[in-house]
């Protein structure tokens, strides 16, 4: 006879059952999603960090004065400091070992830049022909400035990419034509570019001998910039600029009568300082990316073995007519481990595929303060998953051990 009710129950059950394992999947594969996609945003960061430092050198170093706050030696705080030509000479003497290229700057105020009768909004700079490097900036057309132009004062000019484009559109090449700044004509004799983009193109480059002399600088500078030697790793080098910064500091405080401890009167800039610290904190936040991602996989692998425990009792009549068979207790181990490692295996690869096309897709069009293009590294998403299905084997044995101990008389008598 039909049992209609027996057969809805039956199908309930197995309703029932697809809906759990459903669940424990998407539980699995979320993990994996949200490991990864938070791992490549963990990326991104780092990407965006090291974008920002790009613009320069990585191993520069930038000087510029300000203002004493503190009483020292008789002198009253609240006096201006300034840096002089025999500050940058004596620097480039006494640290000469420790310097790798060197330039002073002088901002050229109060001036008019035209070109025929177009009136220009750029600023002028004085610097030295190595300013180039320290600067991180590269050559489209002409040259850089040279050892010639500051021996001989020469009236040479540098422009931008930037400035080329927006005034001498017309023109197949800008070499040779002549700026006028506040009077006097300035031969341009190279166009560069910045690898920090256009917010760093507005400026136009002459001489530092030439500025300091046509424009009334005297011997005065505004900024003392440097770029060390490379260094054998990434801990050297931060080692080397910290050195070099105090020394410099040292020097600087002593011979302008400033207090070791004013820290306003000399400024000094070391990026690799900044980027030690950004780096540190990034390490932090991987850490917790990982956790975070860890944790959600945990619970799902919790899901996982919940899931094989209630599978195991029901189909505890089904072992015990497999174990009367002849059935021998690693087949039944098989038999349950195969569904664990099948869910997760299923879920963990899903979770991949659909995190890694998501950064895949999305991820170059990712560009903001401080995150660029969110990426993984496929071996290491990989990786998880293998770990992944491997715990979901372990999750899996131990309600598979407990099925395999199951007596074959108390298995048939279940209901």
């Known amino acids: 006879m039909f049992d209609l009710e027996r057969w809805q129950e039956i199908f309930d059950t197995i309703r029932k059952n697809k809906l759990r394992t459903f669940l424990t999947g998407l539980s699995v594969a979320s993990g994996i999603f949200i490991l990864v996609i938070l791992l490549g945003f963990g990326q991104g960061m780092q990407n965006g960090i090291a974008k920002e430092f790009e613009q320069d050198a990585a191993t520069s170093v930038w000087v510029w004065p300000g203002v004493t706050t503190i009483e020292y ?27 790798e290229n060197k ?5 050229v105020r109060n001036t008019f830049v035209n070109y025929k009768n177009e009136t220009l909004a ?22 850089f400035l040279n050892q ?13 990419n930037k400035i080329n484009r927006e005034v001498f559109k017309d ?13 006097i004509s ?44 490379p260094a054998e790793n990434f801990e050297a080098s931060v080692a080397q600029s910290i050195k070099f910064k105090n020394d410099l500091k040292s020097y600087l405080q002593k011979v302008h009568t400033v207090a070791p401890d004013d820290t306003s009167a000399i400024q000094i800039y070391n990026p690799m ?4 610290r950004f780096y540190s904190l990034m390490g932090g936040i991987k850490f917790f990316f990982w956790f975070v991602g860890v944790c959600t996989i945990i619970a799902g692998i919790v899901g996982v073995s919940n899931i094989m425990l209630i599978v195991v009792k029901e189909r505890t009549r089904e072992i015990g007519i497999r174990k009367a068979l002849g059935a021998k207790p690693w087949s039944i181990v098989g038999m349950i481990l195969h569904e664990a ?17 998501l950064l895949e897709i999305v991820g170059p069009h990712v560009e903001v303060d401080y995150i660029l293009n969110p990426s993984v590294n496929f071996k290491v998403a990989l990786t998880t998953v293998f770990v992944l299905i491997f715990a979901g084997a372990v999750a899996g044995f131990f309600p598979a051990w407990r099925a395999a101990k199951i007596h074959v008389i108390e298995a048939l008598k279940d209901e």
């Open 186 to 229: 300035f031969k341009i004799v190279g166009v560069y570019g910045d690898i920090g983009g256009e917010r760093e193109e507005d400026r136009i480059y002459i001489p530092i001998s030439t500025a300091q002399q046509v424009f009334n600088g005297a011997d005065k500078l505004n900024n003392l910039s440097y770029t060390l030697p």
């Open 103 to 107: 330039s002073p700057r002088l901002f």
């Open 341 to 357: 490692i099948f869910i997760t295996a299923i879920a963990g690869f899903s979770g991949l595929i659909l995190s890694m096309g």
């Open 148 to 160: 010639q132009d500051e021996d001989s004062k020469a009236k040479v000019v540098i422009i931008s």
């Open 122 to 143: 750029y600023y002028v700079q004085g610097v030295s022909h190595q300013f180039q490097f320290i600067e991180n900036e590269f050559i489209s057309q002409g040259r």
């Open 171 to 183: 023109l197949e090449s800008p070499i040779g034509e002549f700026l006028d700044i506040s009077g």
């Open 73 to 99: 030696k008789g002198m009253n705080p609240g006096r201006p400091i300034q840096l002089r030509n025999d500050n940058y000479d004596f620097v480039a003497t006494l640290l000469e070992d420790q310097i």
């Open 273 to 276: 300082e900044e980027v030690k």
